[in-house]
């Protein structure tokens, strides 16, 4: 079975964007800079467990409060 490159390209993109626009969404609530949070994650998800343990820390991390 052949592995088409680049259906394999586009699913690693789709994978990056999506882990990336979760890390600012959760960023957003969860830290003081979200950009940069989900500049990381979309980073992490190059490498697909790590992007998933990425999300996983930022969703058991406690919200920040806002003044």
Avoid: H, Q
Avoid at 44 to 56: F, K, S
């Amino acid at each position: 079975m052949d592995i088409n490159a680049t259906l394999l390209g586009r699913a690693v993109i789709f994978f990056v964007l999506i882990i990336g626009v979760i890390s600012y969404l959760l960023g957003r609530t969860k830290t003081e800079t979200p950009i940069l949070t989900g500049i990381v994650g979309a980073l992490l998800a190059l490498v697909p467990p790590l992007g998933l343990i990425y999300i996983g820390v930022l969703i058991f991390k406690k919200d920040i409060i806002k003044n």
